[in-house]
T-cell receptor, first 117, second 115 residues
Framework: GAVVSQHPSWVICKSGTSVKIECRSLDFQATTMFWYRQFPKQSLMLMATSNEGSKATYEQGVEKDKFLINHASLTLSTLTVTSAHPEDSSFYIC?????????????FGPGTRLTVL | AQSVAQPEDQVNVAEGNPLTVKCTYSVSGNPYLFWYVQYPNRGLQFLLKYITGDNLVKGSYGFEAEFNKSQTSFHLKKPSALVSDSALYFCAVRDGGQAGTALIFGKGTTLSVSS
């Protein structure tokens, strides 16, 4: 089946530093990738939609200058949390769609736990 | 606007008994419906989806779900629960008429299966 990987699986950083999270589709090409954020025992909140070769579309309330998204190829999207603060600590999950059409299933990465001290 | 409601925060069942996890949805176009399961500190695993066709959809690990258009529901079911089914379950919806849109998730339901 379709596999999506994320790296790193967890990261601890100091306040004010930047952290980059990679999301890769391993055995398929993903025209569209999505970034979600999940707080403990809560649902996934969509942060942004990333299309290869174009600017990401951010959901209302998500700071695009803080959460930089780059979808450089059909198998790789990156999320960079710039000048991280403790309130950015969360579980970040990416997903990739198997097709560009609406019938594609979204497959999810294993998530990255970010802790900002 | 799309939305998903999972009315139960937690469902408790005994091993071997049937289980149901409820989900209702709201979408302006054709609903594409999904169920995912999440184990602690892990990503989401795809269970099953309804796009079109037969209202009863069979998925992974013996799970199935029934699409009911009149009740706008897509409840997840399994005839005989296992302790290993204990996890967090998410229902999600997407408007089938809009390509490339993200899934919108319900708040999740914790399933606890006791031995």
């Amino acid at each position: 089946g379709a596999v999506v990987s994320q790296h790193p699986s967890w990261v601890i950083c100091k306040s004010g530093t930047s952290v980059k999270i990679e999301c890769r589709s391993l055995d398929f090409q993903a025209t569209t990738m999505f970034w979600y954020r999940q707080f403990p025992k809560q649902s996934l909140m969509l942060m942004a939609t990333s299309n290869e070769g174009s600017k990401a579309t951010y959901e209302q309330g998500v700071e695009k200058d803080k959460f930089l998204i780059n979808h450089a190829s059909l198998t790789l999207s990156t999320l960079t949390v710039t000048s991280a603060h403790p309130e950015d600590s969360s579980f970040y999950i990416c997903s990739a769609s198997t097709t560009s059409g609406s019938r594609g299933t979204q497959y999810f990465g294993p998530g990255t736990r970010l802790t900002v001290l | 606007a799309q939305s998903v409601a999972q009315p139960e925060d937690q469902v408790n069942v005994a091993e071997g008994n049937p289980l149901t996890v409820k989900c209702t949805y709201s979408v302006s176009g054709n609903p594409y419906l999904f169920w995912y399961v999440q184990y602690p500190n892990r990503g989401l695993q795809f269970l099953l989806k309804y796009i079109t066709g037969d209202n009863l959809v069979k998925g992974s690990y013996g799970f199935e779900a029934e699409f009911n258009k009149s009740q706008t529901s897509f409840h997840l079911k399994k005839p005989s629960a296992l302790v290993s089914d204990s996890a967090l379950y998410f229902c999600a919806v997407r408007d089938g008429g809009q390509a490339g849109t993200a899934l919108i998730f319900g708040k999740g339901t914790t399933l606890s299966v006791s031995s």
